[in-house]
């Protein structure tokens, strides 16, 4: 159960409700679900032109002062408790790994963690295609964690399944997986 873990107390401090993982009497099939209330940014979207129109139209939040797309805030959040990792901007297709917003850093190169590497390639390779992937993928040791961040307004959709089916065919468990919702 993550709700529970140290590891994770960051992250938990801005949840407004918990659903635990579902497991229909057998193997668990839904990961667990939290409910997560950041401070609003202000602006509360980057000015037009600053990036690409599909990055300025994402709102933005603040839950250390500092404006940041909500896929950032969460692995922020994880940063703070110990993890590594990235957002894994999948709308271009390509292998895109971010640790801060994108006008402000540079691209990530998963090449230097060789074994979060192997793990995204294996599951990108099960689904057959990297966009939708995961948004947040961070790892500690050797343990993985793997969240989808729902923006408002934003729903779970068969993409998010058709990923967590994946995940779970390379050997991932559900409990490594994780979905927060903008409440």
Same mark, same amino acid.
């Given at each position: 159960?993550?709700?529970?873990?140290?590891?994770?107390?960051? *992250?938990?401090?801005? /949840?407004?409700?918990?659903?635990? *993982? !579902?497991?229909? !009497?057998?193997?668990?099939?839904?990961?667990?679900?939290?409910?997560? @209330?950041?401070?609003?940014?202000?602006?509360? @979207?980057?000015? &037009?032109?600053?990036?690409?129109?599909?990055?300025?139209?994402?709102?933005?939040? #603040?839950?250390?002062?500092?404006?940041?797309?909500?896929?950032?805030?969460? *692995?922020?959040? $994880?940063?703070?408790? +110990?993890?590594?990792?990235?957002?894994? &901007?999948? %709308? %271009?297709?390509?292998?895109?790994?971010?640790? &801060?917003?994108?006008?402000?850093?540079?691209?990530? !190169? $998963?090449?230097?963690?060789?074994?979060?590497?192997?793990? %995204? @390639? #294996?599951?990108? /390779?099960?689904?057959?295609?990297?966009?939708?992937?995961? !948004?947040?993928?961070?790892?500690?040791?050797?343990?993985? *964690?793997?969240?989808?961040?729902?923006?408002? +307004?934003?729903?779970?959709?068969?993409?998010?399944?058709?990923?967590?089916? #994946?995940?779970?065919?390379? +050997?991932?468990?559900?409990?490594?997986? $994780?979905?927060?919702?903008?409440?």
């Amino acid at each position: 159960m993550l709700w529970a873990r140290s590891d994770l107390a960051t *992250l938990r401090s801005f /949840a407004t409700k918990y659903t635990p *993982l !579902d497991s229909c !009497d057998g193997p668990p099939t839904r990961p667990e679900r939290w409910a997560l @209330r950041f401070p609003s940014a202000e602006p509360p @979207r980057l000015m &037009d032109r600053t990036l690409k129109r599909t990055y300025t139209v994402k709102p933005l939040v #603040a839950p250390f002062g500092k404006p940041v797309f909500g896929e950032l805030a969460v *692995l922020k959040c $994880l940063q703070r408790d +110990g993890w590594a990792g990235v957002w894994v &901007d999948t %709308y %271009y297709g390509a292998e895109l790994f971010w640790r &801060d917003m994108p006008q402000l850093s540079s691209k990530v !190169d $998963l090449l230097r963690e060789p074994a979060a590497l192997n793990v %995204y @390639r #294996a599951i990108v /390779a099960e689904h057959g295609r990297r966009g939708g992937f995961f !948004d947040v993928f961070a790892w500690r040791q050797t343990h993985f *964690l793997f969240v989808e961040y729902k923006g408002k +307004g934003d729903r779970s959709n068969a993409n998010e399944r058709s990923w967590i089916e #994946a995940a779970i065919r390379c +050997g991932i468990d559900p409990a490594q997986l $994780l979905i927060v919702e903008y409440s």
